[in-house]
């Protein structure tokens, strides 16, 4: 399964931004790096968004996952260098969003 892209909600005044995939998988683990390189193309090419998220303590209990994670943000920094993709913490991401009434083409 391809991790999907994603949209931004706005709920009862909080900021909602959901995740796409956790980027752990102890049951298929050869499976995190293809899911989420396949997931963010799709987001890429739908101008979404793509949110990924690691506890620390998965990269302790699964020390090949650090090399993934490697893998996958040397593509995300490749992206992003080549002008095709913005990377943003998740309090940049909400002041570019504002207040919820529009999503401004994300």
Excluded: Q
């Excluded at 989420?36 to 303590?57: D, N, W």
């Amino acid at each position: 399964m391809i991790a999907p892209p994603t949209e931004p909600k706005w709920m009862n005044g909080i900021r909602m931004i959901p995740s796409s995939t956790y980027f752990c998988d102890p049951k298929i683990r050869f499976s995190v790096l293809p899911r989420a390189k396949l997931g963010l193309y799709r987001a890429m090419r739908l101008k979404k968004v793509f949110h990924i998220f690691l506890h620390p303590h998965n990269l302790l209990t699964y020390p090949s996952l650090k090399d993934d994670l490697d893998n996958f943000l040397g593509t995300v920094a490749k992206k992003r260098d080549e002008g095709k993709l913005d990377v943003m913490t998740m309090g940049e991401f909400a002041r570019v969003l504002g207040d919820g009434t529009k999503l401004r083409g994300v």
